[in-house]
């Protein structure tokens, strides 16, 4: 999957905020790409909505990748500031996509708080040296397959392509903006 994730070469030196932007639409892309594959993989999806249940759980993986790549090279007020600013920043498409197929509604307050969620879940899971341990993968496994109308060998596959080629993505991606 290609992303774009370098700032033109005129462009002034950019916040921890522009970065989280950047990175937000660059987990967006992530995220919608990772269901794609899943549908040409042979995984049903029944509609946009049931769509957005799996980006969902893409991005709050992907937030988790961030927090965890941003812990080794920011130091704790900068990172926060980082995690911070993408996590509005993609509660903000987040939410604006679910009112677009939804309808109004309080999606904004309910994606924070599945991400507040999933932090405290993913906050005992292994992640060295910018890799996702096993169990990382998993559970992230396991709650795309909660979503899945047919869960056969979805979580084996979110665990070993999609969810490994997510934070590669992902990886290369925080490397360039932060250059």
Do not use: C
Not at 59 to 88: G, K, M, P, S
Not at 141 to 164: C, L, N, R, W, Y
Request: net charge negative; no cysteine; glycine share 6%.
């Amino acid at each position: 999957m290609r992303i774009k994730s370098r700032w033109n070469k005129r462009a002034q030196e950019q916040s921890i905020e522009d970065i989280a932007g950047a990175l937000g639409f660059i987990s967006w892309k992530i995220a919608t790409n990772g269901v794609l594959e899943l549908e040409n993989k042979g995984y049903q999806t029944d509609s946009n909505a049931h769509r957005l249940q799996i980006i969902r759980e893409f991005l709050a993986f992907l937030l988790q990748v961030a927090d965890r790549l941003a812990y080794e090279q920011l130091d704790e007020e900068e990172r926060q500031r980082f995690i911070i600013a993408l996590a509005l920043h993609i509660a903000d498409t987040f939410a604006d996509n679910q009112r677009d197929v939804l309808g109004e509604g309080e999606h904004h307050k309910a994606f924070i708080d599945l991400l507040n969620q999933r932090a405290e879940d993913y906050a005992e899971l292994g992640f060295r040296d910018g890799e996702a341990g096993f169990d990382f993968r998993r559970y992230f496994g396991e709650q795309v397959a909660a979503v899945m109308t047919e869960k056969h060998f979805v979580s084996q596959q979110v665990m070993d392509i999609e969810g490994p080629e997510a934070i590669k993505t992902l990886k290369k991606g925080m490397q360039d903006l932060f250059k």
